[in-house]
């Protein structure tokens, strides 16, 4: 089992819609939970954190976390064409040690 | 302020050759990692070293890997000798402690083909 597993996708949605991109982890000890935007060819770039259960809102992007279910979602809300680009699920169990998942490319289509 | 830089940005070599890849962190940054990011296995995480010294290289996939950071400035990752299946994108990325070493800022990548 992959320590940090989402769905390669692609995931298309419209111009305007929410696009919700998931991720489970498989270490019950992870503390810290983030998302990373790559665009192609570019390297990786972090849009957001999370360190406990809940919603994280910022703009129009929102972490959830479900520790229980060791669960870890990105929302984006109002989805615009610039947002097309893989995001990937990253965890790390307070050892410096951050692991990534292969992540989630997704299309907004105009 | 200066990102963290690496290079070369791409590497075209062959089989059995010395490849070495450069990165300087941001200044002031205190820890460095080095990434391998493929289609397969996306990214993963070979080495990190904070204060210059490597704290884990059990991601080092053998022997031909080699890392060092002689200073707080600049790092380098070698294979020797370098095979077909070490093509990838290297990434080096820095952090720092104080804003929560988790926070990777990443370089922009060297490309490196293995013929």
């Known amino acids: 089992q992959k320590e940090v597993e989402q769905n390669s996708g692609p995931l298309s949605v419209p111009e305007g819609a929410i696009a919700s991109l998931n991720c489970t982890y498989s270490?019950?000890?992870?503390?810290?939970f983030f998302w990373y935007r790559q665009y192609s060819g570019k390297s990786p770039e972090l849009i957001m954190s999370i360190y406990s259960n809940g919603d994280k809102e910022d703009g129009r992007f929102t972490a959830q976390l479900n520790k229980a279910s060791q669960y870890v979602s990105l929302l984006i809300r109002d989805s615009q064409p610039s947002d097309s680009a893989t995001y990937l699920c990253?965890?790390?169990?307070?050892?410096?040690?951050?692991?990534f998942g292969t992540g989630t490319k997704l299309q907004v289509i105009p | 302020d200066a990102g963290v830089i690496q290079s070369p940005r791409h590497e075209v070599t062959e089989m059995g050759q010395e490849v070495t890849l450069r990165c300087k962190p941001i200044?002031?940054?205190?820890?460095l990692f080095w990434y391998r990011q493929t289609m397969m296995r996306g990214l993963e995480l070979l080495i990190y070293?904070?204060?210059?010294?490597?704290?884990?290289d059990s991601g080092m996939p053998e022997d031909r890997f080699s890392a060092k950071m002689p200073n707080a400035s600049f790092s380098t990752l070698k294979i020797q000798p370098s095979e077909p299946r070490d093509s990838a994108v290297y990434f080096c990325?820095?952090?720092?402690?104080?804003?929560?070493?988790?926070?990777?800022?990443f370089g922009e990548g060297s490309r490196l083909t293995v013929l």
């Open positions: 270490d019950r000890v992870s503390q810290s």
């Open positions: 990253a965890v790390s169990g307070g050892y410096q040690k951050v692991t």
């Open positions: 200044s002031g940054h205190d820890y």
């Open positions: 990325a820095s952090s720092l402690r104080d804003r929560g070493i988790e926070e990777l800022f």
């Open positions: 070293f904070n204060n210059n010294v490597p704290i884990d």
